[in-house]
């Protein structure tokens, strides 16, 4: 027994139309501004204009729906239309490739110029091919970042080259923040006067002076 299926009820809707609703409250000018120029949409509208020839007409609020869904997967981590996608066009452009050699082989020998012309087509579709594997490659396999870490401190901070920096100079220098001393570590003594030395035994005694008191012996 034969199932009869029933006509589709005929709708005044145009294909080419997308319904927008506008919610309570929303500014009807503002509403239009994100439709045009929504991502998706323009997008769909795009590949509409494309599909058409190949494929026939499609309804564009459905479309619109399906290209929101694939967004939402690729959001979500499910990046397997893109590979879908990518694979697809590896596959496409080989096929141009090898159609464009094959009419460049036929030209050649007897029209130099059209031979070229369909010989760079092919190179281009080849580099073209070559750089869609190369990205479903870098989707399927991310590379390996190596980072060399670096210790990052709050305020000043001493930074090392190597162990043996000064190792060469065969002196030890003093930080900068020690006493200045006589002898390495020694506090250096300024309570007393300084004795002559044995170079010079002429030399007497140094003072210390206080500028305060002689000033006031000078008036």
Do not use: W
Request: aromatic fraction near 2%.
């Amino acid at each position: 027994m034969a199932i009869k299926k029933k006509p589709k009820t005929p709708t005044n809707k145009d294909a080419r139309t997308l319904k927008v609703n506008l919610k309570e409250g929303e500014n009807q000018e503002r509403k239009l501004a994100e439709v045009k120029l929504s991502p998706t949409i323009m997008n769909t509208v795009t590949a509409h204009a494309f599909i058409k020839p190949l494929a026939g007409e499609i309804d564009l609020e459905e479309a619109v729906a399906v290209m929101n869904e694939k967004a939402k997967k690729i959001n979500d981590g499910d990046l397997s239309d893109l590979e879908a996608t990518l694979t697809a066009q590896a596959v496409s452009l080989n096929s141009i490739f090898n159609a464009m050699a094959k009419r460049s082989a036929d030209n050649m020998g007897q029209y130099l110029n059209a031979a070229e012309i369909y010989m760079r087509l092919a190179l281009k579709a080849q580099a073209q091919c070559t750089r869609t594997i190369e990205v479903l490659a870098a989707i399927k396999n991310p590379p390996m970042v190596f980072a060399k870490q670096a210790n990052i401190a709050h305020g000043h901070q001493q930074v090392n080259n190597g162990d043996n920096q000064l190792a060469h100079t065969g002196k030890n220098i003093n930080s900068q923040n020690e006493l200045l001393s006589e002898v390495n570590n020694a506090t250096l003594d300024v309570r007393g006067t300084v004795k002559t030395s044995g170079i010079n035994q002429e030399l007497a005694a140094v003072e210390i002076f206080d500028r305060g008191k002689n000033a006031s012996r000078q008036n």
